[in-house]
C-alpha cells in the first residue's frame, strides 16, 4: 500500500499475521493534526476496518475519476479495490484499525470472475454495512491479536471466507442499477440530521426533509448505500454512541441524548449492535489506546 499524506499521521503496527494470498495487520495510528492522504494497492484488495471509531469528518474520494471536490463519508468498513486511488480527508485524534490485503487472483478466482468498477460501484465500496464482512473480521482481529494453534491456517480459512464474502459483495454492488437512487444532495441532509441530533428520526421526517415520499425515500437509499435505510440509521447512532463512550460521557446521559427509555434499553440496543455492552466497550478501547 502506498501513502502520499500533506500532514503525515504515526502509524505503527501492534500485531499481524500472514498466510499465502492474506495479510491482516492491527494498525494503530496517531494523527496530531487533519489529514489529507492518497491510497493505493496494486495487486489485492484492501479491506480496513475500524477498531476504534474514526476521526470525525472522515470522507473519501476517487479524485482522479470524481475530481478533488467530491468526498463521501467513509464507514466503519471500507474497502479499496486493486490499482484504484482513494484520497482520505479525515480529522485528528488517535485510532486503531485492523487493515487486511488478500490477493485480487485470491478473490477473483473464488468469485468466478474479474470484478470491474465504475463511478456509482466504487462509492459504494467506502461505508461497507455487510453484517457477515464485519463478523468475520472481528473473528480476524481476536486471531491477530491471540494466535492459537495453527494461527495461519486459521487465517487462511478466514481469509478464504472473507474473500468469498468480498466477491459476493462485489458482485451485488455491480449488478445493483446505477440509476433511481437520492441525489447526493439528499443523502446530505440524511447525513446531516443524524449529525446534528441523536435521537433517531422517523421515515416521515426524513421523506419530508428530503421532498419525497416515504417509499421513494426507502427505494432510492437502498440503491445508494446498498442497505435500508433502518440499518443506516442504526448504524450512524451507535457510530456516535460509540464516540461519546470513547470521550468519556456516561451511559445515563448517552441514552437519554439519543432518545431512549432507560440506560438499560440503550445498553440492550448496543449490545445487539456491537456485540457487547457500552461499559465493556469502553474498557476494550481504552485498552487499544493505551
Known amino acids: ?138 473473528r480476524i482481529t481476536a486471531e491477530v491479536r491471540h494466535p492459537g494453534a495453527a494461527a495461519q491456517r486459521m487465517l487462511g480459512f478466514l481469509g478464504g471466507e472473507l474473500a468469498i464474502e468480498l466477491g459476493r459483495h462485489c458482485i451485488e454492488v455491480a449488478e445493483q442499477p446505477v440509476t433511481g437512487g437520492l441525489s447526493g444532495w439528499r443523502l446530505r441532509l440524511i447525513d446531516e440530521r443524524l449529525a446534528d441530533d441523536l435521537r433517531a428520526p422517523t421515515l416521515e421526517e426524513l421523506a419530508r426533509l428530503c421532498s419525497l415520499s416515504v417509499r421513494q425515500l426507502t427505494r432510492g437509499f437502498r440503491v445508494s448505500r446498498g442497505c435500508s435505510i433502518g440499518d443506516y440509521i442504526e448504524q450512524r447512532r451507535m457510530d456516535a454512541a460509540k464516540r461519546l463512550l470513547v470521550e468519556g460521557e456516561s451511559v445515563k446521559t448517552i441514552a437519554f441524548a439519543m432518545g431512549f427509555a432507560s440506560p438499560s434499553s440503550f445498553t440492550f440496543a448496543f449490545r445487539r449492535a456491537v456485540g457487547a455492552s457500552p461499559t465493556t466497550f469502553r474498557q476494550r478501547q481504552a485498552r487499544v489506546l493505551a
Request: glycine fraction near 10%; proline fraction near 7%; charge should be neutral.
Open 1 to 138: 500500500m502506498t501513502y502520499g499524506i500533506v500532514h503525515r499521521p504515526t502509524a505503527s503496527i501492534d500485531a499481524e499475521l500472514a498466510t499465502d494470498g492474506v495479510l491482516a495487520q492491527i494498525v494503530r495510528y496517531d494523527i496530531p493534526e487533519p489529514t489529507v492522504g492518497r491510497h493505493s494497492v496494486s495487486r489485492g484488495y484492501h479491506v480496513n476496518m475500524c477498531l476504534t471509531p474514526r476521526p470525525l469528518q472522515s470522507r473519501g474520494g476517487y479524485r482522479e475519476r470524481w475530481g478533488p471536490n467530491r468526498l463521501e463519508r467513509l464507514g466503519d468498513i471500507f474497502v479499496l479495490p486493486p490499482n484504484e486511488v482513494l484520497f482520505i480527508k479525515g480529522g485528528s485524534g488517535r485510532q486503531a484499525a485492523l487493515v487486511c490485503t488478500i490477493d485480487a487472483e485470491l478473490v477473483h478466482d473464488l468469485a468466478g470472475r474479474e470484478l470491474a468498477w465504475n463511478d456509482p460501484h466504487l462509492a459504494a465500496t467506502l461505508d461497507i454495512g455487510s453484517a457477515q464482512m464485519r463478523a468475520l473480521l472481528f
